[in-house]
């Protein structure tokens, strides 16, 4: 005999939301089936949740009102519907998580039925506690819509992979079914998030919206993070906004050098010039990148703010980088990627993302040069300092006994200006970082030739790139505000 | 810079062990990944944990108290398995605008982490 459920309805909501939140932190590419099958459930029940909680008195305006859930309603039957007219993914088992969820949803609103839902909520107390089911059961959906794209993404992935191994073509029909799927589950995920109040929610993760793939989308993220970091950078060049700026031009780099390793493997970017002139140039701007990311990080606070529009850019660019070029936790096969994208294509966007990062080094080094408003925390600025004094080649610093930051400071760990010896370390570091970028700018230059001359038994044809190229500057490279140079 | 100057203390005391939680998961992947050399996938990972405390510190209001030691675990699967158990106890409402999006990044991160 099952035992009889006790709990509240704050209890069972919470329990659907850690329910949805657990399935997102495990789910697989095999889950997405199963998911897709019951996802419409999850909606159906939510919705009757909704009908049964007593109506706001609010307007018709407010945020706080029916029109979101009956548009999820319809998305959802449509979805179904359609899944039910191609016949995929076809019958077969539940997904569990998601049959609990909705099991819990439904016996949410059959308590509210039994106990109070011909309540009118006169009460304030009582509204808001109705406004925060409301927004729980909303959560709820747009983290269980994003878990279902991800399975869905996931799954699609799987059997792109497969397909280069011989998949029939009745199992790689999954491909456009589940392309359509995650479309329809992003703007899915979109409306409960606009509910939810999330102005936060491009930042977080990406656009997640009805929108380009692949080498498009990388191209886009790559050229919305270029105008992004110029405009932050010349607004506001504060330490924070440094620190992530240089450790996204890390990632580009890092990412550059999988996705041409992947060229070269797959015949889409000459092999030697990969091999010596591309990785190795790519492996000194990555680690320019990453220490001068390094120097801006000390002169942060755990309270520093950083830009959300940059926040966003970053996030979008990290997205389509894994969407091209990730497999789960690490880089995927070069197959794997030549089997998503052309990657001739993809060296070409990287080509202009190399261009464009020499003068996202300059704007740098022209902060580190002539910024005179950069602080950092004592403690940090104090150990630099000594620490760039002791490996300097001139002694003379050393011998002075030069008290850089005081004492007092240093115990207050209160913010101060950037002692010199901190300043000409930055400085140099810059100065590497816009050496190496223009390292790998100049090597990223033969890939012009190599990504047209390659041999057509590639297995895919020459691409046209499909943005301007940049043989200098970007346009917006050209409007942003620069400070004279030295 | 963005703040929030409406969260009520204790989600905002939350948030604040949050940020904490996935600043030093941050730093502990960017090290390892500098370990591992300027190719490795870690980079990256380190990249989203950090723009996921970056929203974070958003959600709070400006004089937020972020200081305070760093946590004691240094595996980064528990890292952030413990920043989104903490999201737990915050409440989805106005006033903490940005925890479903943070809830599914973080979530997204944990399974990003799994070796």
Redo the contacts between chains.
Sequence with gaps: MKRQDDRSVGELLLDADFTTRQSLMDVTGQDAPAMLRTWGEVVQSASELWATLPQSFRGTTSPIDGTTMHRLESMSQAMHRNQVRRGWPGDGPSDERLLHVAETLTRAADLIGRRGGHIGPTDPGIRADLDAARMRIMHTLYVGAHSVSVAAQQHVADVELAITRGMSSRESRAVPRGQEAINRLAAFEQLAGAYVGNQFARAAQGEHVHGPHGTERLQQALIGWDIQAHRTLAATPTPANLLLASRTQAGIATAAAAILHAGARTGHVDTHAYKHRLAPTLDATQQAWTHVATRWAEMTTPASRTDLDLVHAAGELRAAVREVAHDKTTWAHPEVMAGRVDLGEAAQHVQQALSTAVDVAFVIRDVATQDTNLTGPARAMSHRANDDIDRAADRDHRDEDVVWVTAGDVHANRTVAIPEPVRVGLVDAADTLVQTASNAMSAASCLDQVTQDRPSGSGQEPTAPRSRRHDGPTPMVQEVPRVARP | ???NDTIDRDAGDTLAAV??LL?HAAVLV?AQA?AE?????L??L???I???S??V???LPAD?????HPPAQDDVGQLL?SA?DLT?SI????QT?????????I??L??????
């Excluded at chain 2, 409440?91 to 106005?94: A, E, G, K, R, S």
């Excluded at chain 2, 605008?97 to 990044?105: D, F, M």
């Design positions: 810079m963005m703040t940020a904490r600043r960017w500098e050399g300027p190719r490795s996938s980079h990256l380190g990249l989203g950090h723009t996921a970056c929203q510190v958003a959600m937020a108290d972020l200081e305070g398995r989104e737990r409440p989805v409402l106005d605008a940005g925890i479903s999006p943070l809830v599914v990044a979530c997204d944990v399974r990003e982490a799994k070796p």
